[in-house]
């Protein structure tokens, strides 16, 4: 019976990772499965939570160096297009100074992913170019207060 059944496992398994290939490409395939970022920073100089209309929540993490990003990450609790979005917006955010940031939009992250996240999960950039603005605006915010 426990063969059957891991046998069944598999099989959906493989079903799901086949459509996810189809759907987002093996690049986004291979990002929701191991997304680079994916972890808080501690002591960031900008975060965020937003919350999608999707009821995803996602968190962007930025550390600066001088005025240009040295480091960000990102987490979800979403889908994987939310996954494959929040990591790519945290990976565009490296090396850029804040005018730069305003720049990653959600448009900008459908770009880098060759337009490969189905229609009814376009949400997800917006989510996370949202979430990274969010982000950008604390940052300026507790930086003026420093001053």
């Not at 086949?18 to 972890?39: C, S």
């Not at 009821?55 to 609790?77: P, R």
Request: aromatic share 6%; hydrophobic share 30%; proline share 5%.
């Amino acid at each position: 019976m426990s063969d059957e059944l891991d046998d069944f496992i598999n099989d959906l398994q493989g079903e799901l990772n086949t459509r996810a290939i189809k759907d987002y490409g093996q690049a986004g395939f291979e990002r929701w499965k191991n997304p680079p970022h994916n972890h808080p920073i501690k002591n960031p100089d900008g975060y965020a939570s937003v919350t999608g209309s999707c009821g995803d929540t996602m968190e962007i993490f930025l550390k600066f160096k001088g005025d240009k990003v040295k480091d960000a990450s990102f987490q979800t609790n979403g889908c994987g297009p939310s996954i494959i979005c929040g990591s790519l917006a945290a990976e565009l955010a490296f090396g850029k100074n804040p005018e730069e940031l305003t720049e990653i939009t959600n448009n900008a992250i459908i770009n880098i992913i060759g337009g490969r996240i189905p229609e009814e999960d376009m949400h997800c950039a917006s989510l996370a170019a949202e979430t990274l603005q969010e982000a950008l605006s604390q940052y300026m915010k507790n930086k003026q207060r420093s001053k």
